[in-house]
């Protein structure tokens, strides 16, 4: 087991675990006055080495709002690793320092790789397009309080559900709820993973891809918006080719449930008319809102938590075999045991969960 209770995927807890943290950020939106000292004296570390305003400013203010304090970059061009600083020295110092530590970076696998050189907990804030597990939280609990339930739901995704690693961590979370249906609706080029479908199917969840919005919206209780991540695309081109094709706007939603939820995990850029902003169904801001209370109730129950957290690696390492994955974070950081779940004539990567063939 590790020493630490990291969150790097919300898979490796059981569904209760993720129950209690929502219920628990619920009692700390309703009563913020009784958990205001609850962190008094512990330092959390964020270490950013890409863009964010919600989820690091929410996990700075939900650290501060429980009477803790704060280090940490967001622009690593101004730490040592613009000095060529490795991700596990770099995790190894600041873990000294702080008593949990929250990262941010673009490779897939790297908040389980920080994790393996970590002297204190690990939360991860985004690994490139794999997973975003506290947003995933910050959704549960938007769901919670504006649906009132997390499972019977069909839930529309709509967007970029390849690079969208919000979309990822969302549908492996709901699909461990009952009676979930999903509505895949995106681009053929920009459609969801064959890894994160498999799981869909093991779980024997109902779900359906399409092209096309405005004939999905009337039987949606969540859509589910996104940005195309143009930040993961290899061409300028290509990104051209896919922004703007899926835009909600006040139209769109004539057909729309009257108690329909719209969520979208922000930035906003083209995919929400402004004008949509307005209707009493967009829950966007709400939602990012609700990403602090989550957040403390993770910072705290992660802080106050004296048990042994789920294993980092189980697999094996193979002979010469690398992932295929060439974002991955084992394909830069060297050093890092590439270790692998062996399934068939295929290993999946335990880092970024990437097939690679044997
Ligand atoms: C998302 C992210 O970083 O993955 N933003 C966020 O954390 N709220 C979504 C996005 O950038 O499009």
Redesign the pocket.
């Known amino acids: 087991m590790s020493k630490y209770v990291n969150l790097i995927d919300l898979s490796d807890y059981p569904t209760e675990w993720w129950n209690k943290i929502v219920s628990l950020a619920q009692d700390i939106k309703d009563n913020p006055g009784r958990y205001s000292e609850s962190c008094k004296g512990k330092i959390m570390a964020t270490l950013f080495y890409?863009?964010?305003?919600?989820?690091q400013m929410s996990f700075q203010t939900a650290m501060l709002r429980l009477g803790g304090s704060i280090i940490g970059f967001d622009n690593p061009s101004t730490s040592s690793v613009s000095k060529g600083e490795n991700l596990k020295d770099t995790t190894k110092i600041v873990s000294s320092y702080a008593d949990v530590l929250v990262i941010?970076n673009p490779q897939p696998g790297s908040a389980k790789a920080a994790a393996l050189s970590a002297d204190c907990p690990i939360i991860n804030?985004?690994d490139g397009g794999h997973l975003?597990p506290?947003?995933t939280l910050?959704d549960l609990l938007t769901l919670k309080e504006e649906k009132g339930r997390l499972d019977n739901l069909t839930i529309g995704l709509c967007g970029?559900l390849k690079n969208?690693?919000?979309v990822h961590s969302l549908l492996k979370a709901m699909s461990s709820y009952p009676d979930n249906k999903f509505v895949l609706i995106s681009t053929e080029e920009l459609s969801l993973p064959s890894y994160i479908k498999d799981i869909l199917d093991a779980k024997g969840c109902s779900y359906r891809e399409v092209y096309s919005l405005e004939d999905a919206i009337a039987e949606l209780d969540v859509l589910y918006m996104?940005?195309i991540?143009k930040e993961r695309f290899s061409s300028e081109e290509e990104y051209e080719q896919q922004k703007n094709v899926y835009v909600l706007d006040r139209k769109k939603l004539i057909n729309a449930k009257r108690d329909l939820v719209i969520m979208h995990?922000?930035?906003r850029v083209d995919e929400i008319t402004v004008d949509v902003d307005d209707d009493p169904r967009a829950m966007y801001f709400k939602q990012?809102k609700y990403?602090m209370y989550v957040r403390m109730a993770l910072i705290l129950s992660i802080l106050s938590n004296s048990c042994a957290g789920a294993e980092l690696l189980i697999g094996k390492c193979h002979d010469g075999v690398r992932c295929s994955n060439p974002k991955c974070v084992t394909n830069s950081e060297e050093y890092l045991p590439k270790s692998f779940i062996g399934n068939g004539d295929t290993l999946v990567c335990e880092y970024c969960d990437e097939r690679t063939l044997i």
């Open positions: 890409e863009p964010s305003t919600r989820t941010r804030a985004g975003h506290t947003q910050t970029d969208g690693r919000t996104t940005r991540q995990p922000l930035p990012a990403g």
